[in-house]
């Protein structure tokens, strides 16, 4: 099945500041999801992006579908974006989601 | 719009005995989803339905996890009996249909002791 695998690990960010997050994945997709799980466990789906650029506030998502990756932009970064960022994708031959290990963001005030 | 619900939120059992989660999707949902999640680990896919039928149940363990979705609604996920590697959180998800926006529930944290 498809293999998805996220970097950094572990991120801390100073209030304000702007991050980037990597998603790489190991087949052609036609699903990729981005998700935000809070520090209580709950997981909100943040973007719907097999391929293309979208915003949403201060993040926003890139998915280059022929060269197998994502990116998840945070910008000015807040204390309530800390949590784990997943991201999710499914590839053109499978039927299910797949998840990537994750990245935990700690945004320092 | 009401969420997904799952219950219970948690659960503490000894090994071997048996336990039962319940999750009710989001109205009008076809395709229901049960992930479990190790502390420290993405969201593992245990099964996916469309309305009543499994569409993947491959990393199940058949020996001891049984899913059912009987009138294409909600949901039960049963583990018997229970080891202590099945400690983890067990996450409910639905979407319109396969390949659309999954949406979580709060999850039902299990601690095998």
């Known amino acids: 099945g498809i293999q998805v695998e996220q970097s950094p690990p572990d991120l801390i960010l100073q209030e304000g500041a702007n991050s980037t997050l990597r998603c790489n994945f190991s087949?052609?997709?036609?699903?990729l999801q981005w998700f935000h799980q809070n520090p209580w466990g709950q997981l909100i789906n943040l973007f719907y992006i097999p391929s293309g650029t979208k915003q949403n506030g201060r993040l926003s998502a890139t998915t280059v579908a022929t060269e197998r990756y994502s990116l998840l932009y945070i910008s000015s970064s807040q204390t309530t974006d800390s949590g784990v960022y997943f991201c999710a994708a499914k590839g053109a031959a499978g039927n299910k989601l797949t998840f990537g290990g994750g990245t935990r963001v700690l945004v320092k005030p | 719009e009401a969420g997904v619900a799952q219950s219970p939120r948690y659960k503490i059992i000894e090994k071997r005995q048996s336990v039962a989660f319940w999750c009710n999707p989001i109205s009008g949902h076809a395709t229901l989803y049960w992930y479990q999640q190790i502390l420290g680990q993405g969201p593992k896919l245990l099964i996916q339905?469309?309305?009543?039928?499994?569409?993947?149940d491959s990393q199940l363990p058949k020996d001891r996890f049984s899913a059912e979705r009987l009138k294409g609604v909600d949901s039960t996920l049963k583990i018997q009996p229970a080891k202590l590697e099945d400690s983890a959180v067990y996450l409910c998800?639905?979407?319109?249909?396969?390949?659309?926006?999954?949406?979580f529930g709060e999850g039902s944290w299990l601690t095998v002791v």
């Open positions: 087949d052609s997709v036609n699903n």
């Open positions: 339905f469309q309305n009543n039928g499994v569409v993947d």
């Open positions: 998800a639905s979407s319109f249909r396969s390949g659309n926006t999954i949406y």
